[in-house]
């Protein structure tokens, strides 16, 4: 089974539609990361949280929002998608308690797709 | 403005040569490195990490290299393998368990 899943793999949706992303772990990890993949670009962090009252903005934020629900869950939303929001996402986790602080694990991604 | 710069989009290599991948990082804060592998339909894995403290690490196949006067860091794998065609991603940290800052990747293709 994996540890990070990531709902769904695959959507297509509209301009102006609202779209959440959604991310579990069971890896019991705190940390938790969403980021995009776009070509020539490598990934880019949107936000991450250090635990579930702990909500941070990275490099590319604007457009998106998030949601902690619980240690294990770790939500997505764009409130109103734009084309440009077409990219490749990425939930991560890593927990700096463990013998490997500095490592990430990443889902298999969610291909978004906004006409 | 680019922190981590892979400037290599593909690299091919033929089966049982080296392959290096490179890597450039522009601030000097960063501590920590790693380098993660992704093949198509899946999420980046971790392949090897090093930090400020060494100047090399081995694990198997892989070595990492860093340089800290040039801000330079390489991947090594040898000997090179079909299985190891992916796209590369080194990434860098202020610290470990920091926020990860990646490069744009490079795709290795590793020929038969």
């Known amino acids: 089974d994996a540890d990070v899943t990531q709902t769904p793999r695959n959507r297509i949706t509209k301009t102006g539609k609202r779209i959440m992303l959604e991310c579990s772990q069971t890896?019991?990890?705190?940390?938790m990361y969403w980021y995009r993949q776009d070509p020539g670009l490598g990934l880019r962090l949107i936000y991450y949280s250090f635990d579930v009252k702990d909500i941070n903005k990275g490099e590319i934020s604007d457009g998106y929002s998030v949601s902690r629900q619980a240690q294990a869950k770790f939500s997505l939303s764009l409130e109103s998608a734009i084309p440009n929001q077409t990219a490749l996402y990425f939930c991560?986790?890593?927990?700096?308690?463990?013998?490997?602080?500095?490592?990430?694990?990443f889902g298999p991604g969610t291909r978004l797709l906004v006409l | 403005d680019q922190q981590v710069k892979q400037n290599s989009p593909s690299l091919s290599v033929q089966e049982g040569r080296i392959s290096i991948l490179n890597c450039d990082y522009t601030n000097s804060m960063f501590d920590y490195f790693l380098w993660y592998k992704k093949y198509p339909a899946e999420g980046p894995t971790f392949l090897i990490s090093i930090s400020s403290i060494k100047d090399k690490n081995e694990d198997g196949r892989f070595t990492v290299f860093l340089n800290k006067s040039a801000k330079h860091l390489s991947l090594h794998i040898v000997p090179s393998q079909p299985g190891d065609s992916a796209v590369y991603f080194c990434?860098?940290?202020?610290?470990?368990?920091?926020?990860?800052?990646f490069g744009q990747g490079t795709e290795l293709s590793v020929k038969p």
């Open positions: 890896k019991g990890h705190d940390r």
């Open positions: 990434a860098a940290s202020a610290r470990v368990g920091g926020k990860l800052i």
């Open positions: 991560a986790t890593s927990d700096p308690g463990t013998q490997d602080p500095g490592t990430q694990y």
